[in-house]
């Protein structure tokens, strides 16, 4: 069989083998036949081929890097040879257009009605009427320019930019003045659009705006058959060499005159050069004066150089991905292009560099300079032109500085501060990513969507504020704000150019963790010259974000706080309990999280002063209130542990509250503390001896507790309950030793799941959770986002009615994940948009290749991170659906061994993609209409077959669900005070949950929102239902069967059965009397 052996240095592939090397080389290049397989395979390396290697190794950060960023490039660039039609229609619009006829005729530049039927004027009505005559007349030239012809075009926007030089003659001397050039500029595009309207060329002819400039309106060709489907040309007006001087245009002249823009009559409108600098007014003329020699320019920089054509593709492809590249004084392919230009003329790259050391050399440059402050220049040392502008003219002028060629012109004059400082931001995490050893840095950059909802914490929407020139007033709050960009203005040339009043505007805040609550700025001294202006910026307002925001936006901008949406905090109603203990304006749960913290480490601080026959070694809270992980942090059940209850109110035994009859129990958590004493030769080595010494130890802590504390427990052989500040906590003592002997215990096969079982819970307690606990607890510490991520994170899981098939702890880690490996964003710091997150993480991972790997405390090597990547990807049928590696267990996955399973997974990650785009949407959508936000939290209950709704009055947890309405417990009963233990965990949703699946587990599936959900969802077992042979052990729930496929009379004999779902679902009622509204079936 023959084989084709291409080699080029585009792409390398190496494969070591023990004995010999093989090295394939694709790409284009020279065809090698061979005729057995072993000599094409094993041959040793060409001198080619070796060079190829050491370019790699050089010029590239490896190999795969290499490969991945040609494949990239050959996806993104369009094939050369299916150009062939485009290049027909571009021959086709030069002949019509260089053929268009001369105006017969001078018509007033203020009067439109001549314009040709069916052509609206682009540009906005003018202060006052614009004096000049114009006549059209056939363009000079019409010349490809842009990255078509450079070679830089990239998808998905494929354009070809055609430069139209309009002549001479139809402008005079004066018409830089007052908007005249714009105003005959236009003119000009309608004429033209008036007969490629006739044109059977093209699909449809649109207006748009040239970098979203409204005085600059440009042309959208589509063009009819193939060449339409890919590409769209873009016609651009420009002026011929001479029409104007370029000094006319330096950013400190004055070209609008104020007379006429205020529309004072009786003054002449061309009067002499006064006024404040037009230095914008003056650049939108200068763009369209040297687009020919920028082209020419960055011609000589690109010949030969393929590095810098295959690095502006890659610079556009990262810029497209994080919306970089869209709105007014964005930075598109041109600025890059230019950009690079500069790079090479100071010698800060060359042209033996490859796509990637130009890449790095870009993002470097980018976020370690500063252009506000010191702009670059792309003038040459020799020029001596005195007429030309100085570097401190421009900074005058404009925020962002980077001046042409010719010294005249910005190319940043369109880019606020706000835009050049998230475009460093992003270069500065890139090249973070690019330099770890612990993530996919290409991924990262080139594959890794950054929508603007995500890539800021919190945002505010308003459709009359259209630029943001400070966030003087937000201080260290936030560390960049910036404006969402707006989608290209397009409109068909039949009508009116579209209003800016009809758009709002969002601007993104992207907070600082330390010091976005910052209640008080401090002021300057009374006394000091900053002190009036600090009063006169704040008047009587000192106080945070969001009223900050108003209050200033009010003050300065008269802007009606009203009118204002700020977007940041509309999740928090899903986290608000409606228990009656809680204030009418409760919150999310932050201060009661706070409170327990208190509560216990007062607590702790009491037992470690009880006099005890050990010593305490530690304490340590594992439930998730611990770490910050409590969807609703439990609030006080009992003012206060003085006083006994009125008699008969409670049922009481031993101390201990129990459920009533006649109302609804209130829900009150026992919240577990893992308590281990000091090592100790004097613990005995049997097994049962141990756990009697536990016994008596946890009654003499619950007695001295009470005796030396004054506060109410309740000991049993398992833990002991305290009751302290109206919380309970249960206090479990541990012994290592104890799991140490279960392990050895030579107990019968009967025995030994229970005792495995066993083990495993005890190893959880001492060793894994108290380990998680902790570092979570660090994590949230460092993170202010983390604990309302999470809680978001399980409420929503849970509202899936997947909390019994997803562990809490796989959530929580799943969201330390955002955090600690956050690229390509910062670390979320606030909770909507950390959950965000998490829903695209849950939706877009493709969790059967990838691993979730949190390096916590760095305590994870690069090796380590290399043989976790490895043995997953050898072992991934042996492993859970969710591989979760930590620095403590690298290899199984602890918390996600058991579940969820791949067909939860499935549906988690379907439910997760559908919820975060329609929470896109809404956030997207909340200024113009009214939102609810509970909308993604209500589950979808079509796919299930069964439901069984219970009595939400008996829910403890009713106060939780997400749509309560009626309080389930009278005000008074939480007024109380008691020297009893209130009823701990009790929750007869969960119980009677445990019950179902205890008894139908073979048959069926089932679904429950644990934080007050009242329904049961329940999905039938496909291969349950098969027809089996009748056996007495397993007859329960079976009803006879006739199979149709056992023809045969003597097999007839044999028995079949199937599931009797009539009885189950009668047992489903039984087992739930009481707490059961009704069973409704769905898919029979």
Known sequence: MKRKTEATEDSVEVDNTPRKKAVLMNGGGHQAKTTNYKDSLYRPPTSEEINALKETENLFKSSLFRMQITELLSEVQPKKDRNKSLDEVLHELNTLLLSLPDGKKEHEVADHSWLPRGTKFPLPSTPSPVKGKFCFRRPVSVKVVGSYLLGTVTKPDLNVDIAVQMPKECFQPKDYLNLRYHHKRALYLCIIASHLTKSSLFESVQFS???????????????????????????????????????????????????????????????????????????????????????????????????????????????????????????????????????????????????????????????????TKEGITMIREENEDSNMPSKADFHAGFDVVFVDPSGYLNLCAGMTVAQYRRLQHEARLCLECLDSSFMDGFEVLFMTSVPFTQAFDQFFTNSKYQRIRSGLGLGKRVEMLCVKPQAPCQWPVNKAPPSRSQSSVTLGLLLNSDHADTVLDTGPPADSTEATSFRAFWAEKRTICEQIIKHLLQRHGGVDPASLTYIGSQLDCVLQSHAAATSSDSGTGDEEAQRVIQVYNVLCKQIRALELPLSVNSLQGISPVFRGAEVFPPSPCFKNSKVKPQIGDEKLADNVLLPSEIKNTSWCPAMEVVLQFETSGKWPDDLTAIQHIKAAFHIRLAHLLKSECSLVTAASAKHVDVLKDGLVFRIKI??????????????????????????????????????????????????????????????????????????????????????????????????????????????????????????????????????????????????????????????????????????????????????????????????????????????????????????SRLLPRGTQALDHRKPAIEPASLSRSSVLLPVTNFDPAQLYLEELKEAFSDVALFFHDVYGGDLIGVVWKPHSFAPTQFKVLHAQYKMPFTNPQTSDKSKQVQSWVIPNVSAILSDFQTIGEGLVKKIEVLNA
């Open 209 to 371: 705006h040239m970098n979203g400039e409204a005085l600059r309106p440009i042309l959208l060709l589509k063009p009819k058959g193939k060449a339409g489907k890919q590409f769209v040309i873009k016609l651009h007006p420009c002026l011929s060499e001479g029409t104007f001087k370029p000094q006319r245009f330096s950013p400190n002249r004055n070209n609008i005159r104020q007379y006429w823009f205020k529309g004072e009559e009786g003054v002449a409108d061309d009067g002499g050069d006064t006024g404040l600098p037009t230095p914008h007014y003056n650049t939108s003329v200068l763009s369209d004066m040297f687009l020919e020699q920028h082209l020419h320019h960055l011609y000589k920089s690109i010949t030969d150089f393929q590095g810098m054509k295959d690095a502006v593709a890659l610079i556009k492809v990262w810029l497209h991905q994080r919306e970089l590249d869209q709105g007014q004084g964005c930075c598109r392919g041109f600025l890059v292009s230019m950009f690079i230009s500069y790079l090479l003329s100071v010698k800060k790259i060359n042209q033996r560099m490859s796509s990637y050391q130009i890449l790095r050399v870009f993002l470097q440059f980018l976020g370690s300079t500063d252009w």
């Open 734 to 951: 541990m012994h290592y030793r104890e799991m140490v002997l279960l392990q050895k215990n030579e107990i019968t096969q009967d025995l030994k799941t229970d005792c495995e079982n066993r083990v495993k819970e005890l190893e959880r307690e001492i060793t894994h959770l108290p380990l998680l606990t902790s570092t979570l607890h660090g994590i949230q510490q460092q993170f202010s986002g983390f604990s309302g991520t999470v809680r978001l994170a399980k409420r929503w899981t849970s509202a899936q009615l997947l909390s019994d098939h997803v562990t809490e702890e796989c959530i929580e880690l799943l969201v330390a994940s955002l955090f600690l490996s956050p690229a390509p964003f910062t670390p979320p710091r606030s909770h909507l948009v950390g959950f965000l997150r998490f829903l695209r993480l849950l939706s877009s991972t493709d969790w059967q290749t990838t691993p979730i790997i949190l390096n916590l405390n760095n305590d994870i090597s690069a090796e380590d991170y290399q043989e976790i990547t490895y043995k997953f990807s050898h072992n991934r049928a042996q492993l859970p659906a969710i591989f979760i590696s930590t620095p403590k267990d690298k290899f199984t996955s602890l918390w996600t061994k058991d579940k969820p399973s791949k067909q939860i997974v499935n549906r988690l990650s379907l439910l997760a993609r559908e919820s975060h785009a329609i929470l896109v949407r809404q956030i997207e959508t909340c200024a113009l209409q009214p939102t609810d936000f509970k909308q993604i939290f209500r589950p979808p209950l079509d796919h299930y077959d069964v439901i069984i709704h219970l009595h």
